[in-house]
């Protein structure tokens, strides 16, 4: 499963004149990059809030091993160089960065495990926002899993009973308590 989220605190100031005259909507204007970083894997596209169903089955997905990323100082995955399996998505315009990685995340900023796993373990968002010179916002897969699911849900209409809770299967499990649309605790 992937958990490929929107980041809930859109900027809307970091577009130029030429970006915005194709759309209409605020959140049109958005390029989210989303990138779910896995022990394993990771998987990135680029995605805007104002996406439909049909919209999202058409969006490139771009997979790779993560471990070639782990082994490196993960602020060197947001360049746009020769050999970065994110080049592409990297030459798109986006405005912003959201990042669902494996383990617990404490402040979008410490993880107690990622030291063992390459990552930094303190100030990852600052080192990334310093890094792009965008907003990033990160948190723990099973969350970021469990904001999609529930906008999926929407998207097809269907009403979720609550709570409830979100499982994601990957190199471990992950699981986070859905107590309301709006309020998500990982376990």
Not at 1 to 24: E, G, Q, V
Not at 77 to 95: C, H, I, K, Q, V
Not at 142 to 163: C, D, H, M, R
Request: aromatic fraction near 6%; include cysteine; charge should be negative.
């Amino acid at each position: 499963m992937s958990a490929i989220a929107l980041s809930p605190n859109l900027n809307d100031n970091c577009l130029s004149s030429s970006d915005s005259h194709h759309k209409t909507e605020l959140y049109s204007k958005t390029n989210i990059l989303c990138i779910e970083l896995g022990k394993t894997r990771f998987k990135a596209a680029c995605l805007t809030p104002s996406m439909d169903v049909n919209a999202l089955k058409n969006v490139k997905i771009t997979v790779g091993r993560s471990s070639e990323w782990l082994q490196k100082n993960t602020h060197l995955l947001f360049r746009n160089s020769l050999g970065n399996p994110l080049s592409e998505l990297l030459s798109e315009p986006y405005t912003e960065i959201s990042l669902s990685i494996f383990g617990p995340i404490f402040d979008q900023a410490r993880h107690i495990s990622w030291r063992t796993a390459g990552l930094p373990s303190e100030n990852l968002k600052e080192l990334l926002e310093n890094e792009t010179g965008r907003p990033v916002e990160i948190d723990s897969d099973s969350a970021s899993w469990a904001i999609g699911a529930i906008e999926y849900l929407k998207f097809e209409e269907k009403i979720v009973t609550y709570p409830c809770l979100a499982v994601t299967l990957g190199t471990r499990v992950g699981l986070a308590l859905i107590e309301s649309e709006h309020q998500i605790k990982v376990i």
